[in-house]
């Protein structure tokens, strides 16, 4: 009998196929956005209008991570964007691997933005990295502005926080400034945008910020 | 709540180590798990146990669960202090300029092979 130390993180093996899928993708041109928020924050949505305005300038498809269904690829594919539907077998995430088959999926044409819409879920997905390039998460004025507080993990790794549905704010208690305090409070690098998919405010500031990052993945 | 996944990851890099070193049977599994990591622990044995029985290599693996304290660090005064009794305000100078230093992590310390 012997003893052998390992001493490595229990999702090492994940981190090692998500750093080699991310170099790929980025070889490729192809910037992977994994996109994370709870269920009903409006992830579809936000994509449904980004979509519209930007499958002109680039090649985009979406990949749908559900444990069931496929209505939100349906949604997408409406708009003529090429999408797959990922059934993550009862798991609340999308890991490296997984991501990795979903891509797989896709064929072989060239795109310049995947979107991952992950599970809803604000906490699973934030510990497993899927090879994203960039981590975007939406947080809906209904949910509350307490929620950097009580999911700090998916604040701290995302790149992006999206709040959405800003045209029913007078209707709720959400403080945007408070909201932004504390999201920054855990991640000072945080990009905060502020958008409506019903009456498209905030989506020029968004979709400049992507088209940006879009870019940058490919070098220019 | 994910504690499968977790699992599911767990296996697959122990059985990358199996191959690397031949190692035909892992008789304990010792993991090191944050006080705050969020896992249940008693949930994650349930579903070791029900994996392990899938995997030739694992099948004989008992799990042993090592705890790491929560500590974290209040930034306006520089100490340390206990998360899980304190949580997010610091106790010596009540700032909430706090950081988690450790306690949310998941490791595997080593394994024991025959």
Partial sequence: ?220 | MHEMGIILHLAKSLEETAKEQQIEKILRVTLQVGEVSGIMTDYFTDCWNYFRKRHPVLETAELELETIPAVTFCSACERNYPTVQYGRECPYCHSGETWLIRGNECIIKEIEVE
């Fill in chain 1, 1 to 220: 009998m012997r003893i052998i130390e390992l001493k490595e993180t229990v999702t090492a093996s994940n981190d090692r196929d998500a750093q080699v899928l991310r170099e790929e993708l980025q070889g490729k041109g192809t910037l992977l956005v994994n996109l994370m928020a709870s269920p009903g924050a409006g992830k579809t949505t936000l994509l449904e209008r980004t979509i519209r305005d930007m499958k002109d300038r680039f090649h985009i498809a979406v990949m749908e991570a559900d444990v069931d269904s496929d209505v939100d690829a349906v949604r997408i594919e409406k708009l003529g964007a090429k999408a797959v539907q990922a059934h993550t077998g009862g798991m609340c995430h999308m890991d490296a691997g997984m991501t990795r088959r979903a891509l797989e999926e896709l064929g072989e044409e060239a795109f310049d933005l995947v979107v991952l819409e992950n599970v809803g879920n604000l906490i699973c997905p934030a510990e497993f990295d899927t090879g994203a390039g960039k981590k975007v998460m939406l947080l809906s004025v209904p949910e509350g502005d307490d929620k950097p507080l009580k999911y700090p993990l998916m604040f701290t790794v995302s790149d992006v926080l999206i709040l959405t549905k800003t045209d029913v704010a007078p209707y709720f208690d959400f403080d945007f400034e408070a909201c932004k305090r504390r999201a920054r409070g855990l991640n000072p690098n945080i990009e905060i945008f502020e958008v409506s998919a019903k009456t498209g405010a905030g989506f020029d500031a968004w979709e400049e910020w992507l088209a940006r990052a879009i870019l940058e993945n490919k070098g220019n």
